[in-house]
Nanobody, 123 residues
Framework: QVQLVESGGGLVQPGGSLRLSCAAS????????MGWYRQAPGKERELVAT?????????ADSDSVKGRFTISRDNAKNTVDLQMESLKPEDTAVYYC???????????????WGQGTQVTVSS
């Protein structure tokens, strides 16, 4: 069993900052890419950012998050964080953590999701 648990969401005013964290636990042999996605009301889930085990980060193609969000990870702790700056009302969404995890040596990889954490940007 593998679990991803997010934390750090909440209500913040426009222009404010939040840091989301996600911890993976359970039967883990190795973790490949980790990432953050978000889903706003009435919209499809979309990529925010991903990061490889070698700390190479990739951000959504749109300008919506580049320069404001920073993804990072700690391989020793099996965690991935998302630092969000200069938040805008359009950043309001449920943010989901995602990880590609190998649960046993030589075993297949599986994609796992957290339960999501709400981020609301409003005055």
């Amino acid at each position: 069993q593998v679990q991803l648990v997010e934390s750090g969401g909440g209500l913040v005013q426009p222009g404010g900052s939040l840091r989301l964290s996600c911890a993976a636990s359970g039967s883990i042999f190795s973790i490949n890419d980790m990432g953050w996605y978000r889903q706003a009301p009435g919209k499809e889930r979309e990529l925010v950012a991903t990061i490889t085990r070698y700390h190479f980060a990739n951000y959504a193609d749109s300008d919506s998050v580049k320069g404001r969000f920073t993804i990072s990870r700690d391989n020793a702790k099996n965690t991935v964080d998302l630092q969000m700056e200069s938040l805008k009302p359009e950043d309001t969404a449920v943010y989901y953590c995602n990880a590609n995890i190998q649960t046993a040596k030589g075993g297949a990889n599986g994609v796992y999701w957290g339960q999501g954490t709400q981020v609301t940007v409003s005055s």
